[in-house]
């Protein structure tokens, strides 16, 4: 079983920036592509950008492109989710996990999330 730990959130002012880091264990992580979610209070939890096991696609929600920016480092089992240019409405848990690349579904287990708060 993958376990996935989020870590790197926290307050920032809007127009600033964040770097999300995702450590996942086991050895299976560089076949699986991978992707951050989030969830803001009373919403659903969405997708936000995905990359493939070699990094050689990515993908992005409409709302963070030209913003955020989602890479990995297979040799330290770690997806990284950098945000840049950051708004209120950007405010969420975010989530890392394991996704079926093409349609972007969610497979596995979830980590805990990390709280991103930008503030006005």
């Known amino acids: 079983q993958v376990q996935l730990v989020e870590s790197g959130g926290g307050l920032v002012q809007a127009g600033g920036s964040l770097r999300l880091s995702c450590a996942a264990s086991?050895?299976?992580?560089?076949?699986?592509?991978m992707g951050w979610f989030r969830q803001a209070p009373g919403k659903e939890r969405d997708f936000v950008a995905g990359?493939?096991?070699?990094?050689?696609?990515?993908s992005y929600a409409d709302p963070v492109k030209g913003r955020f920016i989602i890479s990995r480092d297979n040799a330290r089992n770690t997806v990284y989710l950098e945000m840049n240019s950051l708004k209120p409405e950007d405010t969420a848990v975010y989530y890392c996990?394991?996704?079926?690349?093409?349609?972007?579904?969610?497979?596995?287990?979830w980590g805990q999330g990390t709280q991103v708060t930008v503030s006005s």
């Open positions: 996990v394991r996704i079926i690349y093409r349609s972007k579904a969610p497979i596995g287990s």
């Open positions: 990359i493939s096991s070699r990094s050689s696609n990515t």
């Open positions: 086991g050895r299976t992580f560089s076949i699986y592509a």
